[in-house]
């Protein structure tokens, strides 16, 4: 399976160009498929030259495009991570949010199924919970807090379908929790952080809501996180949560990246930052990825933050 390529969607994305590099790094050929739209032709580029990488520049929904792809290369796998991920654009635009997140996942299955490729991983979302202060498990029923949450949710459903039509094949659902780390092509609020303390960190950030806890995952393990638990899955489909098992405020992520620096950071709330509508808490139970690949993505948030710093240039 190693010898033979997988499909990356969304391969010039944050999530997309971390899994790209990995499973280049491990030897295994890669199709990346991107139109451009969301991910970023630099974090592409240093692979062009590589005989294992093969660049499809499509849009996902394009099905006949995308289906003559995978009969040009006949993957083993496809990690399907392209989608408006961004929460607000999600809100601002349902129609496109429904048309990428929806119409483009059965695109994708659609694909896979002409040619049988049989190891298929979709990214789905910790947004199609219910909110709740406690640590979120698989088995709890999906009650999504938002349109994102609602096009990630159908998308799981339609992994069912396609599971229930292909039982020979092998389904991940892979919930993701917040990412951060390199390559963020997303205004989420730690890159809007960074970048205001790279411009001038001795004024005060203009920030929003401080308060919810979220589960924050370093996007460098959840790309190893997705090649393992692609590798891992039993027949039939796996839903697992890929994040830390720990949840931090944005307040102690400021009072984190404080430190690093020597200290002296200030915030002040800003009106247009702050979202109406907000989680108090998202946290992962991580016991089932744990059990199928052996560990989970790490939550020492003074390390991640660090690690961020020094790539950033900041420190």
């Not at 093969?54 to 849009?59: F, I, S, V, W």
């Amino acid at each position: 399976m190693l010898d033979r390529p997988w499909v990356v969607t969304g391969a010039a994305g944050y999530l997309g160009s971390h899994v790209t590099e990995q499973l280049l790094s491990r030897g295994i050929p890669v199709v990346a498929v991107d139109n451009f739209s969301g991910g970023r032709r630099e974090y592409v580029q240093p692979h062009l030259a590589n005989p294992r990488f093969k660049l499809e520049e499509l849009d996902i929904r394009n099905s006949a495009a995308l289906t003559a792809a995978f009969k040009r290369h006949e993957p083993t796998a496809v990690v399907h991570l392209a989608a408006l991920h961004f929460i607000p654009a999600a809100i601002a635009d349902p129609p496109l949010a429904v048309s990428l997140n929806v119409h483009g996942t059965q695109c994708v299955l659609s694909a896979a199924r002409a040619v049988n490729t049989q190891r298929v991983w979709f990214a789905s979302t910790g947004d199609v919970y219910a909110p709740s202060e406690q640590p979120h498990k698989e088995e709890q029923e999906r009650s999504p807090f938002n349109i994102y949450g609602l096009t990630k949710s159908i998308g799981e459903q339609l992994i069912a379908l396609e599971s229930r039509i292909r039982p020979d094949a092998h389904f991940f659902i892979g919930r993701l929790f917040n990412l951060y780390g390199p390559r963020e092509t997303n205004p989420h609020i730690l890159p809007e952080i960074l970048g205001q303390v790279k411009l001038d960190r001795t004024k005060p950030l203009r920030l929003g809501n401080m308060w919810p806890r979220r589960d924050l995952v370093p996007v460098v393990d959840a790309a190893r996180a997705v090649i393992e638990s692609t590798l891992n899955a039993p027949r039939g489909v796996s839903t697992m949560n890929v994040a830390t098992g720990v949840a931090i405020s944005m307040e102690e992520v400021v009072n984190e990246i404080s430190r690093a620096l020597g200290g002296g950071l200030r915030v002040e709330t800003d009106p247009a930052k702050v979202r109406p509508v907000e989680r108090n808490h998202l946290q992962a139970d991580v016991t089932r990825l744990r059990n199928l690949i052996g560990w989970a993505p790490h939550g020492d948030i003074k390390r991640g933050i660090r690690e961020l710093l020094v790539y950033e240039q900041i420190i």
